[in-house]
Structures are given as C-alpha cells and as structure tokens.
Antibody, heavy 115, light 108 residues
C-alpha cells in the first residue's frame, strides 16, 4: 500500500537549520511531483515547496523562499526539505504529499522553533 | 496569489442532515483545479474531491463537489458521525498553491 513517512522533526533554536525527509513506497515515486505542506498549531494548511518528478523544477512559498530547499532522490524514493535560518513562525507539523490529485499524504513530522 | 474564502466558518448540523460548504476564489481557478480535504484532529488531511467534482478513491458517494471559475461547493448529502471534522478547499491550478481557512463541521 501507499506510504509516505516523514522524519527529522524536532526542537531547534531560531536561526538554526533542520533537514526533513520523506520516504515513499507503494507507488511510482519517480513519476510524481512532490510537495511539502505545513500546519502551524491550531491553524490551517500552508503549501511550502514543490519539486517536479525529475527534480528539474522547484517552487516555494513566499514565506520560505531563500531559506528552504527541496530535493529528491528517485533512486531512494525520498524527498527532503532543508530548512535554514529557522524562525519561530516556522513551528508547525510538516507533511509531504504527492501529486495533488493522488491524495497521497504522510502523517507529518513536528518542528518546533524555540529558544 | 489566489485567495480562497470558505464559508461558513463553523457549521452546526445534526447527523442525517445535508451540509453545503462554500469556497470562493479571488480569481478564476485554472482548469477547475480545486480540491476538498477533510481533516480530523491529529490526522493528516484526507483528499475527498479533486478537479472540482471528481471523488477521490474510496470516498463515499454522499460527498460531492461542484462549481467552476470562482465558486465551488462541497455537499455532504446525509451526515454520518464520522463526517464531523474540519474541511479545507485548495486550488492547485497556479502557484502558490493556496488553501482556504477551513470550515469546521460540528455536531448540533
């Protein structure tokens, strides 16, 4: 069955970096664009970043542009999110998701940015 | 950026009743690339409808989506106890891919 499993979350100080990873299985990973979406505590959903099926195109939300980098490894079926210069407002649960019309989402990993 | 406005913010209904949730876009959604999600506490969003009106895999037929351009609706024909949750619309026709603020469907 389809699985997306995020990892790498935790507590980090403002200004520091964190790398999230999402491991995919059960579908043709290399054929699908991938996304990261986040949800701050008690808030709604916010799209963070996207990467095309082959990694050739990347796109970011304005709030993370220049600080976050999305990448993928189709040989390992993983998509990563390198988060630099973290801010308290980056505190959220981070979900990875495949093509929007697949409905493939992970269960999320929690990131807390706090001193 | 396309802003999605959902209404109402909270909807209180009895099980068995019909629910109609609205999502209005600040500009036309390209190719009607509009999705609806259900989210229960502590869970990931669950895709219900994509392409404005196509039900996702394994979604019961009491859920239906409609609309085009800037006005979209999710209808739940007969509410079951498990349907009480938060619902989000999302446009994925143009970047940045935006979500509405959500409608909380609560038991009356």
């Amino acid at each position: 069955q389809v699985q997306l499993v995020e990892s790498g979350g935790g507590v980090v100080q403002p200004g520091r970096s964190l790398r999230l990873s999402c491991a995919a299985s059960g579908f043709s990973f290399r054929s699908f664009a991938m996304h990261w979406v986040r949800q701050a505590p008690g808030k709604g959903l916010e799209w963070v970043a996207a990467i095309s099926y082959d990694g050739g195109f990347k796109d970011y939300g304005d709030s993370v542009k220049g600080r976050f980098d999305i990448s993928r490894d189709n040989s390992k079926n993983t998509v990563d999110l390198q988060m630099n210069t973290l801010r308290p407002e980056d505190t959220a649960v981070y979900f990875c998701a495949a093509n929007w019309d697949t409905g493939y989402w992970g269960q999320g990993t929690r990131v807390t940015v706090s001193s | 950026e396309i802003v999605l406005t959902q209404s109402p913010g909270t909807l209180s209904l009895f099980p068995g009743e019909r629910a109609a949730l609205s999502c209005r876009a600040s500009q036309s959604v390209s190719s009607n690339y509009l999705a609806w999600y259900q989210q229960r506490p502590g869970q990931a969003p669950r895709l219900l409808v994509y392409g404005s009106s196509s039900r996702a895999t394994a979604i019961p037929d009491r859920f239906s989506g409609g609309g085009s351009g800037t006005d979209f609706t999710l209808t739940i024909s007969r509410l079951e106890p498990e349907d009480f949750a938060v619902y989000y619309c999302q446009q994925y026709g143009s970047s940045p891919y935006t979500f509405g603020q959500g409608t909380k469907l609560e038991i009356k």
